[in-house]
């Protein structure tokens, strides 16, 4: 039995920084000049998507013009979409369900967010690093998906306000998004 080696098993094609696939994208929903923020989980509850609702609203109250893209879909979507609507933040999270293409919605991204309670090795998270995007992890994600050195490891005990002035520090460290702005 022969094996293959694969020295990087993600498309750097797909994947990699595609600054057309960015300005188009966000035009066409509406996202220049806003913050936004993504995860790409089913909607779960091992991925905590409730925190990260709660994490979207203390951010808006600092950058009130960012948006919050949700890919992916599971059973707690109507209880997720129903927090956004108390929180008073509906209008700002997008709901996008599954995607046949995930590598595009990384490229509207300006910070990967994942407050999980417990992850293996996130390939989304790995996906979003190639994609150039700074993440901001749970610390119950192990820390050795940051091969890049753009990621940020947060206590689940860590206030919302707290997570949310960090990921609103690590938007404006993130070079891709420099770039965006330019």
């Not at 997720?80 to 293409?101: N, Y």
Request: aromatic share 10%; with cysteine; proline share 3%.
């Amino acid at each position: 039995m022969r094996g293959v080696t694969l020295r990087n098993a993600i498309d750097l094609d797909r994947f990699g920084y595609r600054p057309q696939v960015r300005a188009k994208l966000r035009a066409e929903y509406g996202l220049n000049d806003k913050l936004v923020v993504g995860c790409v989980a089913r909607l779960m509850a091992q991925k905590n998507h409730t925190r990260l609702l709660d994490i979207f609203a203390a951010l808006k109250k600092v950058r009130p013009d960012s948006c919050l893209l949700l890919v992916g879909e599971g059973e707690l979507r109507a209880e997720l979409e129903a927090k956004a609507a108390r929180l008073g933040i509906v209008q700002d999270v997008k709901f996008l369900g599954v995607q046949s293409d995930t590598s595009v919605w990384y490229q509207a991204m300006d910070v990967f967010v994942m407050p999980s309670f417990f992850e293996g090795i996130p390939v989304t998270g790995i996906e979003a690093q190639f994609s150039g995007l700074t993440c901001v992890f749970s610390d119950r994600v192990p820390q050795e998906v940051d091969f890049s050195g753009n990621c940020e490891f947060l206590s689940l005990k860590t206030d919302a306000k707290s997570w949310a002035q960090r990921i609103w520090q690590e938007y404006g460290s993130n070079k891709r998004s420099e770039k965006s702005r330019s």
